[in-house]
């Protein structure tokens, strides 16, 4: 069964650092692309930051020059460095990637998933 399990989030004091990973398990070829979402009560789900297949990356204006998205293909894993966090980073955080999944006999298919979700809690 593939899918996309997160973890490293909590509880920090404004300024403070957290890093945030999924990890990718099951019949995987590699990471595509991938992203992180946010959604904070009452508010839509928006997007943090992207990783395209080709390593290019994006942010959304809040997090520029805070937030670092990367990822490890011999791990299958994707991380989300966050720094100099701020109580409005507060948010329940989703990983999301297209997968390439292995079909046997060398081929492959993409497939996208979502995460579980990890909450990240910034005190003022």
């Known amino acids: 069964q593939v899918q996309l399990v997160e973890s490293g989030g909590g509880l920090v004091q404004a300024g403070g650092s957290l890093r945030l990973s999924c990890a990718a398990s099951?019949?995987?070829?590699?990471?595509?692309?991938m992203a992180w979402y946010r959604q904070a009560p009452g508010k839509a789900r928006e997007l943090v930051a992207a990783?395209?297949?080709?390593?290019?990356?994006s942010y959304a204006d809040s997090v520029k020059g805070r937030f670092t998205i990367s990822r490890d293909n011999a791990k299958n894993t994707g991380h989300l460095q966050m720094n100099s966090l701020k109580p409005e980073d507060t948010a329940i955080y989703y990983c999301?990637?297209?997968?390439?999944?292995?079909?046997?006999?060398?081929?492959?298919?993409?497939?996208?998933?979502w995460g579980q979700g990890t909450q990240v809690t910034v005190s003022s």
């Open positions: 990783l395209t297949s080709s390593d290019s990356t």
């Open positions: 099951g019949s995987i070829v590699s990471i595509d692309r």
């Open positions: 999301n990637a297209v997968l390439k999944l292995s079909l046997g006999w060398g081929k492959s298919y993409d497939d996208n998933y």
